[in-house]
């Protein structure tokens, strides 16, 4: 009987701590608690000269410029080929059809340079410390009826999250309406005592076109005589 009573007692202690096991392992397919993910940021209402830049810095709004203590609405945004690279220009003027000449006069653009050949979704950026990346043309301070190109320090980060866009007609047009783009940007220019104050341009932009004016450099001329 002492005998008996001791298996039973064996056995339930076997069948406890198997129990104890089983409860204790991770429930296979469990759905997780989507409400104690932390929130997705929300992006900031406004936006102050840093030269510290990264994507969270973004402001939700759409985007405009501030050019030597002046704001300065933009009206258009633009990329096309600029010799060996894509370039995007947000300007103050309107273009009157996709492939209009990029406005002159008093109008004043930011034009970043140098973005890559091969354009998709994606963040592209600039440290201040870097060489080139672009331009502001901005009104002179003795003649504010006039622009011109200045270059000084930049950094910038550039994020396309649409890129639909069309390769190169070799049988279209010299100027060709690409197809369109979307993104958010940040981009500052470094001031100077004496000259133009710090300086940016920063928000969204939704279907900004995208065109050629001209066959990009890196599009092979069909005509070019063949390598020897």
Request: charged residues 20%.
């Amino acid at each position: 009987m002492r005998r008996s009573i001791s298996v039973l007692l064996l056995l339930v202690s076997a069948f406890g701590l198997g129990c104890s096991e089983s409860a204790e392992a991770p429930a296979t397919g469990e759905v997780p608690d989507l409400a104690a993910a932390p929130p997705t940021p929300a992006a900031p209402a406004t936006f102050e000269y840093t030269e510290e830049l990264s994507a969270a810095l973004i402001p939700g709004f759409p985007v405009k410029a501030s050019g030597d203590g002046r704001e300065i609405a933009i009206r258009s945004v633009f990329f096309q080929p600029r010799f060996d690279a894509w370039g995007v220009s947000f300007s103050s003027a309107e273009l009157s059809s996709p492939t209009a000449i990029q406005p002159g006069g008093d109008a004043e653009t930011i034009n970043l340079t140098d973005l890559p050949q091969a354009m998709a979704v994606g963040v592209y950026e600039q440290s201040i410390e870097d060489m080139g990346g672009g331009y502001f043309q901005i009104r002179q301070k003795e003649d504010p009826t006039r622009t011109t190109s200045w270059n000084t320090n930049l950094a910038y980060v550039l994020e396309i999250t649409k890129w639909d866009v069309r390769p190169w007609d070799a049988e279209g047009s010299i100027f060709q309406d690409a197809g369109r783009a979307s993104g958010r940007v940040v981009a500052v220019f470094r001031g100077r005592e004496g000259g133009f104050a710090n300086s940016w341009v920063a928000g969204t932009f939704e279907d900004a076109v995208v065109r050629y004016m001209g066959r990009p450099q890196w599009v092979p001329d069909p005509a070019a005589p063949a390598a020897q």
